[in-house]
């Protein structure tokens, strides 16, 4: 029975260090990496190759793409364009929320310039 024992110790404190590194990441790493707030009216640049992925929610195409902000951050949004928005277009951010404590895509307007 000392292998029981020792067994439900050694997982007994896996799931202490996954908990820690859990409230770890939600106190100190989410806050910066998605801040709350909102962003109005903020022009930003799609970078890279896009569109990241498509997603398909009943006859609405929603294109995710990394946009770069005025004030450099880099956020992944939801491009809400009927055609794939590619590297360079300029969009803008026109909402930004978080919803029961969890991050939602920043929506943005796409147009070409």
């Known amino acids: 029975m000392a292998t029981s ?3 439900r110790n050694v997982l007994g ?3 202490l260090l996954l908990t ?3 409230v770890a990441t939600s106190v100190f790493y989410l806050p910066r990496r998605f801040p709350t707030g909102a962003y109005r009216e903020t022009s ?3 970078e890279g190759s896009s569109p990241v992925f498509q997603s398909r929610v009943k ?3 929603a294109t995710y793409a990394y946009v770069r902000l005025a004030n450099g951050e880099v956020v992944l949004a939801s491009v809400q364009w009927n055609r ?3 590297k360079g277009t300029t969009v803008t951010l026109h909402d ?3 919803s029961n404590g969890r991050h939602e ?3 943005v307007r796409a147009h070409r310039q």
């Open 59 to 61: 006859a609405n195409t």
């Open 84 to 86: 794939p928005v590619t």
């Open 13 to 15: 404190g896996i799931v």
């Open 5 to 7: 024992s020792t067994l």
């Open 44 to 46: 930003g640049i799609v």
């Open 96 to 98: 930004y929320a978080r």
């Open 20 to 22: 820690v590194f859990a």
């Open 105 to 107: 895509y920043v929506v």
